[in-house]
């Protein structure tokens, strides 16, 4: 048998101010003053971190072993660069932007991040999915169509390419600066912690909603087909409709190129993987199907003879600063901060994987200032927005790179293309670019599958994945990143909105309670009702809250109240009858459903102004009424005594005295919580029922303390207890010391029910100005309380 170890506890039950004061709780404030003047406080020590947080290089590369990583950072460096320069290039098409621009995006802003990035195997540099943003944009402020006019020597339609691609990259360039701000504004305010609200699910359904929007996109490169641009939700749609109609059209040589270039760089791309242990760095397949497919391509003429589809010139050189259109960007705001924030988060998550397997931390905040200033510095020479170029990041890193030494080699490749080599890349055909980036979507289609997976584990995952792919692919990237983000935020609200609270019994006698309908051998204490509830208590889940601690308890205590309240005037009525109609003993059958009738006639709203749900069932009680009480009979003076209120002995008679909330997994209460719970144990206190809160966090306790539900006499200290056994053994000691036998057989054979003229203060309630209640000062406390119950 296998054996359990055991444990015996011998304390005090206690309460929270019980414990607070024995175990000497320490009073702990730290004042806004102090905050504010640590906050802007300077000193030599603080002003040497900033600077090290605002340039991470000063930090590493005093400790760069030379000897050992300098070698490694070379290789790597310069194996990436072959893949960054036809990958720039590749993704330049997919933005609708000349290939040149690609190796801008790739050099410019890596002179940056060399300095300011805080991810030693990291390359910045062009990616797919900010590309097709970017492209949407480019082609909505500068169509196709704006630079065309019809030539009529030629009897054609001819289109002004040099104009067009100029116009697009400073339209890209201005763009990219707005991006840039964006970035630079909120890495400075702190903002990079807004990556935590973009859920797992979320990015892999916007990724794979983006990469089958890229595919479809890049089709008509590998057929070598004119398609319009569209812009705007299912332009997608629209797109891939008019690829289908004019694939009578393909280029068969552009798709010879793009199906060889597709196979050779897919099983190199196998064999890399396979092989990463074995080899000293990834086969740079890319740089290797460029060179061939350009010399063979140029070699043989085949753009004159089948009308190939190619890069073009690449112009030797870097370009002089250019200053962005400030005035477009009014138009540009909403695709700016959906790249703002997809890059840094795209960024970022690579990132942190990279630098957990290589034991350093990632600040995000740095991290979205290197992209900002990176982007902002490469706008003036108008390159689009970049974030992690992943596949040169991965070679780095397989290469055995180990510092932003290896992005730097990086940039000497590209700044050798663009000085001397770009010249000859001329007659490449744009058909093994699109091949390119379409092997290179391999893994982010396959994500395609992740429903089937998802749907198992968490169907509202499932349902954030799916939302999030059909709104990125269908309404367009911009609109499907606030879809997607806007309904990951629902999802959070629903399930902190709509918790299942619960019934708890206590386990054979034990402090540990469960659930009865899960566990056969929990069993519920006599008179005492434990919920549970999971979920921080807020505006938009009290309401659900309130109505599950009803439904769990058995009875609405408005309506118990207003049940109780009518007994006694029927009780009062029929005593005065019986005044006039004397009798030896007159029994009366009272139905509590037919005394709330009228009740619920006048007012079929609960406590919140919602519609009652359901009624708690009352069965039919049996009111005696002695011979003689019309005749003045006064009351013992041992009754009058008697602190207990009528209303509360009152039938309907409750089988509960105790209501305890375990709130062990409540981890915040705003002020709405606050009050609501508070007038809900002064509803129940009216009806008899004492409400315990148990096992409350300290941070609760704080927020219910400053929140004035112990002022406004809601609920007093002694109400809360350390843990859900500690307010059992205290209910069940107290109830020990009453004698509720005997009060109850005074009201069931009592002699008479008198109805305290004060009762009617509580009725008055009903009575208060509904405006006032409603939109009065909540400062005055005076007024009516202002929580709607």
């Known amino acids: 048998m296998h054996f359990r170890p055991r444990y015996i506890v011998d304390r005090s039950a206690y309460s929270i101010p019980e414990f607070d004061e024995e175990y000497q709780k320490k009073i702990r404030s ?12 300077c000193s030599t020590a603080r ?23 300098l070698l490694f950072d070379i290789t790597s460096g310069i194996s990436a660069g072959t893949i960054q320069v036809p990958q720039g290039m590749a993704f330049a098409l997919l933005a609708s932007l000349p290939p040149v621009n690609g190796l801008y995006s790739s050099f410019y802003p890596l002179l940056i991040y060399f ?18 943003i970017v492209g949407s944009v480019v082609e909505a402020q500068a169509p196709i169509e704006k630079f065309q006019h019809f030539n009529e020597s030629l009897n054609e339609t001819v289109t002004n ?55 479809i996109s890049l089709l008509k490169y590998i057929f070598g087909l004119t398609i319009r641009a569209y812009n705007g939700p299912l332009a997608i749609i629209y797109t891939f409709i008019d690829i289908c109609k004019n694939l009578p059209k393909t280029n068969v ?119 900002g200033f990176g982007n902002f510095f490469g706008s003036f020479f108008n390159i689009h927005v970049i974030c992690c170029a992943l596949s040169v990041t991965l070679a780095v890193e397989g290469g055995g790179g180990s510092s932003q030494f290896a992005s730097l080699f990086v940039v000497l490749v590209v700044f050798v293309v663009l000085m001397a080599l770009g010249t000859y890349l001329e007659p490449l055909p744009k058909a093994v670019l699109g091949a390119l980036i379409a092997v290179n979507l391999k893994n982010t289609l396959l994500q395609v599958t992740d429903p089937y997976y998802l749907w198992k584990k968490s169907k509202l995952d499932c349902l954030v994945w799916i939302v999030s792919f059909l709104s990125a692919f269908l309404l367009g990237l911009p609109y499907g990143v606030a879809v997607g983000v806007g309904f990951s935020a629902l999802v959070v609200v629903f399930q902190t909105q709509f918790r299942n609270g619960h019934l708890v019994a206590q386990i054979e006698a034990s402090d540990i309670y469960r659930n009865p309908k899960v566990y056969e051998k929990a069993k519920e204490i ?27 308890s058995g009875f609405d205590p408005v309506k118990v109240l207003l049940a109780k309240k009518k007994y ?24 509590l459903q037919e005394l709330v009738k009228e009740v619920e006639a006048e007012s079929t709203m609960d406590c919140n102004n919602n519609s009652v749900d359901e009624a708690p069932r009352i069965s039919y009680i049996t009111v005696n009424i002695p011979n003689g009480l019309h005749e003045g009979t006064q009351k013992p003076a041992t009754d009058l005594e008697n602190d207990d209120d009528p209303i509360k002995l009152a039938h309907p008679i409750l089988d509960v005295h105790t209501l305890i909330l375990d709130m062990s997994g409540v981890c915040f209460v705003d002020l709405m919580g606050i009050k609501v719970l508070g007038k809900m144990c002064s509803n129940y206190k009216k009806i008899g029922v004492t409400i315990y809160l148990a096992g409350i966090r300290d941070q609760v306790y704080e927020d219910i303390e400053t929140g004035g539900m112990f002022d406004e006499g809601g609920l007093e200290r002694s109400c809360l207890f350390i843990s859900v056994h500690d307010a059992v053994l205290y209910t069940l000691a107290k109830a020990s010391e009453t004698k509720q036998d005997v009060a109850k057989e005074k009201v069931s054979g009592a002699a008479a029910v008198y109805v305290n003229e004060d009762m009617s203060s509580d009725e008055n309630d009903n009575d208060q100005d509904l405006e006032q209640v409603m939109f009065g000062t909540m400062f005055d406390h005076s007024a009516v309380d202002h929580t709607i119950l």
């Open 568 to 591: 006694l005037k029927a009780a009062k009525k029929e005593e005065q009858e019986i005044d006039r109609r004397p009798s030896n003993l007159v029994t009366k059958q009272v139905s």
């Open 47 to 69: 002003l040497k971190a900033i600077i090290i947080q605002l340039f991470p290089i000063i930090a590493w590369l005093p400790k760069y072993n030379i000897k050992k990583s």
């Open 30 to 41: 730290y004042p806004h003053s102090q905050k504010a003047k640590k906050l802007f406080s």
């Open 253 to 371: 040589a552009s798709l010879v190129f793009a199906i060889i270039t597709g196979i050779v760089l897919a099983t190199v791309k196998e064999i890399n993987v396979r092989f990463k242990h074995k080899l000293p760095f990834p086969i740079p397949m890319e740089t290797v199907v460029v060179i061939v497919t350009t010399a063979i391509s140029g070699g043989a003429h085949l753009p004159q003879k089948y009308g190939i589809d190619v890069v073009g010139v690449i112009p030797l050189g870097l370009p002089p600063p250019d200053a962005p259109r400030v005035n477009l960007w009014s138009e540009m705001v909403g695709p700016a901060f959906s790249l703002a924030i997809v890059g840094y988060v795209i960024n970022l998550a690579v990132g942190r994987t990279i630098s957990a397997r290589h034991g350093y931390d990632v600040n995000a905040n740095q991290e979205m200032l290197a992209l």
């Open 115 to 132: 300095f300011l990035g805080s991810i030693h195997h990291m390359v910045p540099g062009t990616f797919a999915v900010l590309s097709i």
């Open 161 to 215: 390419v040099v104009a067009m691609n100029e116009d697009r990259m400073r339209i890209a360039g201005t763009l990219t600066c707005l991006t840039a701000v964006i970035q630079i504004s909120l890495g400075f305010i702190q903002f990079g912690f807004i990556s935590i609200y973009l859920s797992e699910s979320f990015i892999r359904g916007f990724m794979t909603g983006a990469g089958l929007q890229i595919l």
């Open 526 to 552: 006599s008179g005492i009702k434990i919920i549970t509830y999971c979920s921080p208590l807020y505006f938009a889940n009290v309401e659900f809250f309130r109505k599950k601690v009803i439904k769990k």
